[in-house]
């Protein structure tokens, strides 16, 4: 599927060996998706692996209680974590979004351990429902959503299309299925480390 905002998941090496991790599922459905593997970067272009500048790019920030009681599936907010008054002007000339995958301890030492990630525009999601994961894997948090749906929310609003979100869903939930049939869940020990 084409997508003119690109997708630049930055996934934290312990989360590569997960059975349901969605970061690579993105990546073959999105035709302007990349994934890198690491904990830390030198900078935006370093870790795309060609020159961007980091104003035309946004993140999914980890966000914070207040902003998850935001109305609007993507809020954008400033430094401090407040929600910016002109929503549309943060959004104008996007031409990318960096995802953080990973549990949660995993995603904030990614953003840790990444400075130059304060120099993007932030945006945090603010999903309608749970995670499709359901039982399959145990989210930190009630508002907490896979890194493939947290993607195709964003997308679907930075594209002004609600098709782009079913498009991405479609083959996580055939994914959950298979695994649902197959008896799947996640390790005692990924739920420890998911808390």
């Not at 059975?19 to 035709?31: F, N, R």
């Not at 907010?77 to 959004?91: E, F, H, T, V």
Request: proline fraction near 4%; glycine fraction near 8%.
């Amino acid at each position: 599927m084409d997508n003119k905002v690109a997708i630049l998941i930055l996934q934290h090496p312990q989360e590569q060996d997960r059975v349901l991790c969605t970061a690579k599922l993105i990546c073959s459905t999105l035709a302007n998706a990349t994934l890198t593997i690491g904990l830390s970067w030198r900078n935006l272009g370093h870790a795309l692996k060609q020159p961007a500048d980091a104003k035309d790019w946004g993140v999914l920030y980890l966000g914070s209680a207040q902003a998850a009681k935001e109305k609007g599936p993507l809020v954008a907010l400033d430094r401090k974590g407040a929600k910016l008054a002109d929503q549309a002007g943060a959004r104008a000339g996007l031409k990318g979004l960096v995802v953080l995958d990973g549990n949660w301890s995993q995603a904030k030492a990614l953003w840790w351990r990444n400075a130059w990630l304060t120099k993007l525009r932030r945006f945090v999601v603010v999903p309608d429902g749970p995670s499709l994961y359901g039982d399959l894997r145990k989210e930190a948090r009630p508002d907490a959503v896979s890194t493939l749906e947290a993607v195709a929310l964003a997308l679907s609003v930075l594209e002004g299309d609600a098709a782009v979100r079913e498009k991405l869903l479609a083959p996580f939930r055939e994914l959950l299925a298979k695994a649902r049939t197959a008896g799947a869940r996640e390790s005692k020990r990924d739920r420890r480390v998911r808390r």
